[in-house]
Every structure is written in structure tokens, then in C-alpha cells.
């Protein structure tokens, strides 16, 4: 089975109905609907902080975060960073040509580039799109 | 304290039921279908002595929960991964936005990386 790591853009988008992305993002994730789907803690810290400040409403981002990340049930698997991980993230964050990365999009790459199976990162982000291809 | 060895061979005797993890083809012996380390079976069979139950009993009750719960959990984690999309469609923010104009970079990292 295909493996999904979804960027912060996409839960940011999705989660918020005014964002003008947030048609595209549930679109894109409503194609990948059986497919085990996975972040890392640099992303649900993103979402975590974008959330919060986009919506001051700490009850609301609760709620999703705990839903997608936390609980027992939760919709997406956080995958442990590990030391390989950190070390491949800092490795494309360093030698990254076009400057435009954080290093949390690094971490995607390196997270996408670990495993042997067939991996899809999910993105609204321009850069890190012009990066995969 | 450890009851003597000696009372509970006479437990065991007067059982009408003795589950055991030996094999043995011409026994009535009634074999306990889970294989077990040594010293938990040992602490099973005491704890179904010393409780009056079986251990069957023991292993059943223990289980009914613990199954259930991680049944419950593993069906809506199924469900869930069916339906991210549709989550989102029902439980999306529709109240207005501060920074509505910027991007994630923006609000985390201060500028557009």
C-alpha cells in the first residue's frame, strides 16, 4: 500500500473553510482515502501553531489536533523523527538549490526518501511541489 | 504466603477438571488450548485455585475488555482513514480568520522562506 505524508498546508487548508486553498485540500485528500497517511512532530507543530493563530480558538484547534494526531483513533500516524531522519532532513535543508525550503519541508523529503515502499507527499506548497518533480 | 505445595496436589486431585500444558495422547487431562511461559502458568493456575475459578474463566475475563477496546479502536481508526476528507467537510473552522493573507512560512517563520 502507497504511502501518503501529508504537508501542513494541506491540514491548515483543509481545516479552515475560509482558507482559499481549503477546496483544493480536501479534494486531494478525499483521492487518497484507504492509504495510511503520515506526518512527523516539525509538522503537526506547524499545524499546531498556524491553527492557533489563524483561528484563536484554542477549544477548536484542540479538538482537531487530538482527532488527527493524538488520540487512540486518530486519523494520522506521527512517525518518529529519528536520528537518520534528522540527519537526511539537514542533509537536503543544506544542500537544497532553490533556497525556498524550511526545514520542516526537508523533513518531508527525508521522510519520503526512508522508506523502500512507495511514498506521495501531499502539498499545496509551490516550492516543495517544484522540488519533487 | 505460599500455600504448601502438599494442599494444592490435593486440590488438584479432587478437581474434576485439571488443565495442563503437558501433551499427553491418553490422558483426561483437558489441555489449556494457550501456550503460556512457565512461571505465568504457574501464577494462573495459584490465582484459579486461591479465586475458586478456572483459568480458562481468568483468561476470558481479562481478555473481554481489553479485546473489545482495541476492537472499538482499531474499527474507527478504519472508518477514519475512509473518511479524512468528509472529516474536514463536517468539522472545518467557518468563523473568520486573523492573518487571513498569510501563509503558513509567513506566520511560523516570520517571512516567506
Known amino acids: 500500500m502507497k504511502k501518503i505524508v501529508i504537508d501542513s498546508c494541506v491540514f491548515v487548508a483543509a481545516a479552515l473553510k475560509k482558507d482559499s486553498q481549503h477546496q483544493e485540500a480536501v479534494k486531494l485528500l478525499n483521492k487518497f482515502k484507504s492509504e495510511n497517511k503520515w506526518v512527523n512532530p516539525l509538522i503537526v507543530s506547524e499545524v499546531a501553531t498556524v491553527l492557533l493563530l489563524k483561528t484563536k480558538q484554542t477549544q477548536f484547534v484542540s479538538t482537531m489536533l487530538d482527532d488527527l494526531f493524538f488520540s487512540n483513533s486518530a486519523f494520522i500516524k506521527i512517525e518518529k523523527l529519528t536520528k537518520k531522519l534528522w540527519l537526511d532532513s539537514y542533509d537536503i535543508f543544506c544542500h537544497q538549490n532553490s533556497h525556498k525550503l524550511s526545514f520542516a519541508d526537508c523533513s518531508l523529503l527525508a521522510q519520503a526518501k526512508v522508506d523502500q515502499q512507495e511514498v506521495e507527499i501531499l502539498t499545496l506548497d509551490e516550492d516543495l511541489l517544484k522540488e519533487l518533480n | ?113
Open chain 2, 1 to 113: 504466603m505460599p500455600i504448601p505445595s502438599k494442599s494444592l496436589d490435593m486440590y488438584i486431585q479432587n478437581s474434576d477438571i485439571i488443565y495442563t500444558m503437558q501433551k499427553s495422547k491418553n490422558s483426561i487431562k483437558k489441555m489449556l488450548p494457550v501456550k503460556l511461559d512457565p512461571q505465568l502458568y504457574a501464577d494462573l493456575k495459584f490465582v484459579a485455585v486461591e479465586t475458586n475459578t478456572t483459568m480458562a474463566a481468568i483468561i476470558r475475563n481479562l481478555l473481554k475488555s481489553h479485546v473489545s477496546l482495541q476492537a472499538s479502536v482499531i474499527k474507527k481508526a478504519k472508518n477514519n482513514q475512509l473518511a479524512l476528507s468528509d472529516y474536514f467537510k463536517k468539522n472545518a473552522y467557518s468563523g473568520n480568520l486573523y492573518h487571513a493573507q498569510k501563509n503558513i512560512d509567513e506566520l511560523v517563520y516570520g517571512d516567506k522562506v
